[in-house]
């Protein structure tokens, strides 16, 4: 049995749910009862059954729509998929790890066969079936990193490895929180966190890069991130900020289970064979207020970290404007009880 | 998290002696599937069982990162060495049943460069073989300048003159023949990337006069495993683990370290990329650093040292480990 992929959208009349399963196998992000930046970084291994984490690239309800929202931003803005010349053999890379981990986890949906470099692939929920040249670029409607991302689940930033750091040196990006690639494109890693406040003081991003140019083929790594969207727009991009910005003044008691969603970023990182190259796929979750309340456990939690969130914190995720309406509107959910450790619900 | 690399079990599916010297090994996966894809410049670990010692040497890939159905490298018999090459020469038979790292790639290439410049002394050239199959099958603008003691020593320089004619320029050492380097380096378009493999000296040499011809240090890139020297036993006491280990003459401190059940992360065992750093305690003695991985500073400083290949002489020496 395959997916029940949703017909949903991520603008306009956001129609975007989660069914009762996918709100059980929400990637909450708090293992306690408060949020501070760690190098929280570990393997990116198979999990559990029923977990976002079942399979390494994980495919879910809301793919189709999210790759029907993904075509629209780049109608209106073809800068947001981008890859320097020297990186199409990283795009090749992704390609062949996308089709491998896609077909590898959701055989119903997905097939590749593979014919020396003669290479057939087949995406069900996405109605495409096409036979290409491995490593031929004219034999595909798009670059190999834009053929297949446009058939992928998250954004995509592929850094190149030279002189000890990473570059920001091709990506496709539309789902993100606030960030622009056609803005980064090019820069290593310290150039595009220099906005990040707090964890430049802790040595973080000497640390994390230390890891990252050390990550091995074979052994991909993993973290989570977080913040919160008002709407469940995916595209909140500097770009479009006038889309989504005001909206954040629009939280009222009466809508902040409909409006405030948790946005949670599975953010992990390969190694590419071919081109030594990172690539670092950074997977959106949605959940709206309404739909995380369903978990008391998580409830609880969520409130006693926004309420305790450092105020640069929550100024550096946009949440200030609201962030006091949102946290009364938790309280009632909070009974003071403790919660269980771990993520997960009870 | 351990940063070391995941291993593959291989069979020695062909030994072919290159020359007097040198002798190839080619692998294939036991279970029949084809070897992960790698990129030009990267290596493996072999890991050679020698009765109850266990070596664990680094050797770059030479075979078409296009083709994994096996993976070869060559190895130059060192007779005078700690004994992993040797092994190789005498002990390594088709069939035998070995265990290697997954690829790791320290020697990239930079592929934003116009053109890519290589310079090979010796076996030197084997991560060359790699890099200038994936140019050669993107249609890449590369020129390669092999130096070796005599034709005959020449490893693949036949292959190579075949494969690539002019664009391989051979300089034998018995006929004096020299690169003109300071020509070569002066001669190049703006965007040429320059890469070294070899002996020490030849590698200091190239970096030298590329730095004193005013070439970008991010250009130019070299690889430099060091073999772990043998030298004098020394004790040391592992601090963590609550233990106190001898290394032997022909052991490298990391293998010592190891053989106590102790296990850095490492994945170069060449001093180069500073994964199996290691803090000091304290000391009473001088350390044999023979690393490229910690700075100048680091070294006389006394507080760390590189396992994989430094060495330590005096009457104590205490590592966080």
Redesign the interface.
């Known amino acids: 049995m395959g997916i029940t992929f949703r017909k949903e959208t991520f603008r306009d009349d956001y129609t975007f749910r989660n069914s009762p399963e996918h709100i059980r196998r929400f990637p909450f992000p708090f293992n306690e009862d408060a949020y501070m930046y760690a190098v929280n970084?570990?393997?990116h291994v198979v999990g559990p059954k029923g977990s976002v984490l079942e399979n390494l690239i994980d495919v879910d309800e809301h793919y189709v729509a999210e790759m029907q929202d993904r075509a629209l931003v780049l109608a209106e803005d073809p800068l947001r998929c981008q890859s320097?010349?020297?990186?199409t053999?990283a795009g090749w890379?992704l390609l062949?790890l996308l089709m491998e981990q896609q077909a590898l986890g959701y055989p119903e949906h997905f097939t590749l066969e593979r014919n020396g470099d003669r290479w057939r692939w087949i995406n069900r929920p996405l109605g495409i079936d096409d036979t290409f040249t491995f490593g031929d670029t004219a034999t595909l409607p798009y670059g190999p990193m834009e053929y297949i991302t446009r058939q992928s689940q998250g954004d995509f930033c592929i850094l190149?490895?030279?002189?000890g750091n990473l570059w920001m040196d091709a990506g496709m990006v539309t789902t993100q929180a606030d960030w622009s690639l056609d803005f980064d494109i090019g820069m290593n890693f310290f150039e595009w966190h220099a906005p990040v406040p707090l964890a430049h003081e802790k040595g973080i991003f000497t640390r994390a890069l230390k890891?990252l140019t050390?990550i091995?083929?074979?052994?991909p790594?993993r973290r989570l991130n977080w913040t919160m969207t008002i709407n469940p727009r995916l595209d909140t991009s500097p770009e479009n900020y006038h889309k989504w910005g005001p909206d954040r003044a629009t939280v009222t008691p009466e809508n902040v289970g409909q409006k405030v969603h948790l946005r949670v970023e599975l953010q992990s990182f390969w190694r590419l064979?071919?081109?030594?190259a990172i690539v670092f796929p950074i997977r959106c979750y949605l959940i709206k207020m309404d739909e995380l309340v369903t978990q008391p456990k998580w409830a609880r939690r969520l409130h006693r970290v926004i309420r305790d969130l450092p105020e640069e914190l929550a100024t550096y995720k946009g949440l200030t404007r609201y962030r006091p309406t949102l946290v009364e509107w938790l309280s009632k959910l909070d009974d003071g009880s403790p919660t269980s450790p771990g993520f997960g619900p009870d | 998290?351990s940063?070391?690399?995941?291993k593959l079990d291989v069979v020695v599916s062909d030994v072919v002696p290159v020359n007097e010297l040198v002798t190839r090994f080619h692998f294939r996966r036991r279970d029949g599937e084809l070897l992960?894809?790698?990129?030009g410049?990267?290596h493996v670990v072999v890991e050679m069982r020698d009765g109850d010692r266990t070596r664990l040497n680094p050797y770059s890939l030479m075979g078409s990162?296009l083709d994994t159905r096996e993976y070869t490298i060559s190895v130059r018999r060192d007779d005078v060495g700690r004994g992993g090459s040797l092994f190789m020469h005498r002990q390594v038979k088709p069939g035998l049943e070995m265990v290697i790292s997954?690829?790791?790639?320290l020697f990239?290439l930079?592929?934003?460069a116009k053109k890519h410049l290589m310079l090979a002394g010796g076996i030197g050239i084997t991560p060359f073989m790699a890099q200038t199959s994936?140019l050669a099958g993107?249609g890449g603008n590369f020129e390669l300048h092999y130096t070796c003691r005599t034709a005959s020593l020449g490893t693949y320089a036949d292959v190579l003159q075949q494969r690539y004619g002019n664009r391989v320029h051979l300089y034998h050492d018995d006929r004096e023949e020299r690169i003109d380097l300071d020509r070569l380096l002066s001669s190049q378009p703006l965007g040429t990337h320059l890469y070294v493999c070899g002996p020490a000296g030849m590698i200091n040499w190239v970096r030298d006069r590329a730095a004193a011809l005013g070439w970008p240090p991010?250009t130019v890139h070299f690889e430099h495993f060091a073999a772990p020297q043998p030298g004098a036993p020394f004790d040391v006491t592992l601090a963590i683990s609550d233990t106190t280990i001898r290394v032997g003459e022909q052991q490298s401190l990391l293998e010592a370290i190891e053989a106590a059940g102790v296990d850095p992360p490492y994945?170069c065992r060449g001093g180069v990329?500073g994964?199996c750093e290691t803090n000091v305690i304290s000391h009473d003695g001088k350390f044999i650093h023979n690393d490229h991985w910690l700075s100048e500073e680091d070294h006389r400083s006394g507080c760390k040292i590189m396992p994989c290949v430094s060495r330590f002489e005096g009457k104590s020496l205490v590592l966080e480990r």
């Open positions: 970084i570990e393997p320097l010349p020297h990186m053999l890379d062949e190149d490895q030279r002189d890891f050390n091995q083929q074979g052994k790594a064979p071919r081109s030594n | 998290m940063t070391g690399t995941t992960p894809t790698f990129s410049g990267a990162p997954y690829p790791v790639n990239s930079d592929l934003r994936q993107a991010e994945l990329c994964q």
